[in-house]
């Protein structure tokens, strides 16, 4: 009898443990957990209205189609171009100026399918739970991704910015991209190459009229929403250049932010799910001044 | 050799037959696949700017909330009432007007739980692929839904429609609503009750601009869209009633684009995922005129 308030009080602080939210498990992260993105994985667009979208760009997932997006950035290749697609439930997608000019000499018109990736040559937390589309699911240095014990590829889950193809074997130029702004259409992965995800201003997209075209496409010139301009982050004035942090998905914090998106606890849960799909389990990403940047 | 061709003939066969996508298979769909919707089950709700949202209701899961929700549009609850919260990636959600009047009498503030249903009462149409967050996945009269053997419940897919409440043991009397505009937020299955879903309009709130306060709430009542009224259609003169139908999900028609979905094999695809999202899988739906509804 005269342990039982110990163990109350014990049971009660893993119960207090348990009912933080997947946001509080976040913000308490030490600064040790969160890693810098460099500006030249940075991708900047600014949309007519003064609306900015930041993209982070994934070189170790899909080098070739990086780098041509990089040089076609270079070359002012979406300057004065749109956002030409808006599918409800499915994708945002923008291009270059209408004619399309032709291709910068620097970038290449052909380049390999990069829909997966040696799993020897790359990390991987592997989340515990099963998945309808890939035998493994989890993380790899910030990215959500697929497995099957021999290849990583990356996942169409919200957010995350693709290429927009013609039909196989192209695999685009990186010319016209999309993003994915509805439930995580994963039929597509493997079947086009993701080259990153919008880390800001995703509502500057998402919340645009649907066009009322096939597929989504606006019938109308004068639907489009005009780019300003796109950057490499690393090619604008330091002054402009914004500085973002991924949180390190092998980390501590990461791994209870994930359990506890599999098992909410907090106050205004009836019954935790004990499971998570993986992209309900969105990377946390903040925005950082340059002086806050870890050291390296 | 003589067998070449025939044997080569049957397999580009299946072939031509695998190729199809899943609109095509539901546009091949034979009427007696389609099943009404009565107009008591369907909630019409009419924006500032002429836009209508077509909701359908799901009193076989719901009963209480739907019947409250009923009374409550015949009292005109929503009637000059707003959209109050859209938060990117999450739900949308209306309200009746501000300051809250009383509740009507002939609505009730005090609803049980209706989170789950006996599964032995419940038709259910499985999937054959796993899920992170229900032991079974499937269609039940049209609806996607979760089980586990016991109960079967409704899931929170892009557009399902729920029942905004405060803390438990609160279940939400149904003055606010909300409809989940992202990646499917299962982990408020059996937390929430579900009563419905959008079958038409979505975009009209998925476009909206996304609040900048706490939980993706408006900060100014300015910023919210207002709502004209929102009338169970039975309740409208006949002219006004939309009509509308779903494809049974019992039918051999919904199969194949199950199957199609979980196997895209037309034109644009290189690797078919053998597996889909239950909230991957939208059940068809369709607006059709008053003399092609399908006779009883």
Known sequence: ??????????LA??????????????AQAPKSDWQDIPPSDLLVMRLS????VVIQLAPDFAPEHVRNIVRLAQAKWWDDGAIVRVQDNYVVQWAGRAPHPSLPSQASAHLPAEYEHPAAKTPLTPLPFTDSYAPIVGFSAGWPVGGDGQHIWLTHCYGMVGVGRDMPPDTGDGTE????????????????????????GIDALTALPRGKGEMGFYREAAERLPIAQVRRAADLPVS????????RTDSASFARYWQTRANRRDRFFVRPANGVALCNVPVPTRPVSLENRTPR
């Open 49 to 52: 209205g003064h609306r900015q």
């Open 177 to 200: 991209l999309y993003t994915v702004i509805g439930e995580a259409p994963r039929q597509l992965d493997r079947n086009i190459a993701l080259v990153g995800r919008v880390l800001d």
């Open 13 to 26: 602080c893993i119960s207090v443990a348990q009912a933080q939210t997947p946001d509080e498990i976040v």
């Open 1 to 10: 009898m005269r342990r039982a308030f110990p163990v109350l009080c014990v």
């Open 240 to 247: 402009e250049q914004p500085h973002w942090q991924f949180l």
